[in-house]
């Protein structure tokens, strides 16, 4: 059967419409369900529609990594193209991240052809019935803000400008879109192909008078206290931020944060650890975090207000989440966090206990940044500490445009970042193998940056290494990795250890289901894609080793991958 020339095909128009979305990259690795895509591309691209990079990446959950780590540096959707239903569960995990930390992503699969015969994009091989489900779209559903099937192909514009519309509107997430072979391969009219989305997204932003009773609170607190896990947001709020802090006072915890809020220098900035300060407040302001602290491990005061402030201040998506919020601030972050403070400086103060507060805060500041200086140069040892590391990493960076990605790797405290956008960790969903394919993403997203994926060995093997290394060999992504390799599941560890003080495991010369022994030769699956690499296994050869890895970064272009030996410690 054959298909004579003619108007555009679904297939081919999906690309330029996307393109016309502000979409520059497609995530791809494609399957029987493309030809109608393939076809489609090249009839575009014939007929002089501009189409966005498609970006060969051999397996999903990196495609996934990569759109987030993208949108993350660049704050701009983009899309990731995966195959009927065996790629897709593929992606999930990565929808899975993408969906914890509000990250919008335009997914889409193929769907195995409805039909068997009789009709252009029927079922050919095999597995056309192997890959055929009742609901395909419910692999992600609990994930995504909508799905939905291209039913015909007039469609393809007004499905798209809703899936955009959606994916970006507050609180931002993932969205997905099947799309059937033989949808794809009829014509479709061009109406709307080649324009921006016609439905604009919805930004919801908190009402007057909820900044006010938020304002009225903070400014008669005694003992405020501000839990902040994903960063002010933008530039701006970044750069207001600091001076609100110093002048009303107020000491911000990067409670298990993954992403900078404040400098770490910061005299108000407390460290990750806000317990003692947050049994003694009498206001919280918590700021964009899913679990802003360990129920277990604190108790609050009876008569404590707390306001919650972010896109989803419930998070009404997440089943179970009982902390207390007495004001709810709804609103993009940023925008909200910028109307607070300009709420708070209409505001008078007591400005002799104030200055008071502020030396108080700022002795406790600094002297839980001594001790994480102290507890990192301990470390300096053969095998190294995690703090170690990111200790030597942070002054590696200082003054530079750079970025930490973490994913079981250089742990915050010890960096010592004072930039937006500087630092990410793994999403609090778990979802492993997200941190080397996110810091490719945001690589391609800011080439002049200098990108650090800093990953435990088991995140780096359920990253599909060898598929990063060669995407970033293809498409010349000098990130560079820094593999801690303790040679265990260290997270895992800890948790048992953790929960059962004392116990078995704790006296235990190995414990059970966490040895990742015989470790692998990491370096050799890097050098498999001609990155430069390095096995380090004395911390004293670490600082040399980075400023090496920056300039073969900077001048050579070339990816890069050090192998570090970790020692293994317990939790204290």
Known sequence: MSQDAGPLSAGGAIFG??????????????????????????????????????????????????????????GKIQSVMLHTNVGLSNGVTGAINAWCDQIPVLMMSGRTPVTEGARFGARTVPIGWGQEMFDQTALVREVTKWDYELRFPEQVAELFDRGWAIANSTPKGPVYLSLPREVLCEPTPPAGLDTPSSMAPVITAATEGDIKRAADLLAGAEKPLIISQRGAGSEEAFAALPQFLADWAIPLS??????????????????????????????????????????????????????????????????????????????????????????????????????????RISEVSAANRRAVVEKAERGKNSPMTKEWVSHCLGKAIKGRKATVFHELGCPLDQLDLDSHNSYFQEPYSGGLGWGLPAALGAQLADRDRLVFATVGDGSYMFANPTVCHQVAEALELPVIVLVLNNEEWGAVRHSVVGTYKGGLAHQANEVPLTSLKPSPDFARTAEASRAYTETITDGEDLPGALERAIKIATEEKRQILFNIAIERVNPA
């Open 254 to 359: 990067h409670y298990w944060a993954n992403m900078l809020s404040v400098p770490l220098s910061h005299p108000m900035q407390i460290g990750s650890a806000p317990e003692a300060m947050l049994a003694e407040a009498d206001v919280v302001l918590v700021i964009n975090a899913l679990a802003p602290w360990w129920p277990d491990k604190v108790t609050l005061r009876d008569d404590v207000k707390v306001i919650q402030l972010g896109p989803d201040p419930l998070f009404t998506r997440t089943p179970i989440r009982n902390f207390p919020a007495h004001v709810t601030l709804a609103g993009e972050t940023a925008d909200t966090l910028l109307a607070l403070i300009a709420e708070m400086n209409r505001r008078s103060k007591d400005d002799a206990y104030i200055d008071s507060r502020r030396q």
């Open 17 to 74: 419409k996307m393109k016309a979305l502000g979409i520059d990259y497609v995530f791809v690795n494609s399957g029987t369900d493309f030809p109608p895509i393939i076809e489609g591309m090249v009839a575009a691209a014939h007929e002089g529609i501009e189409l966005p990079t498609a970006v060969v990446v051999p397996h999903e959950h990196v495609a996934m990594g990569m759109a987030h780590g993208y949108y993350q540096i660049s």
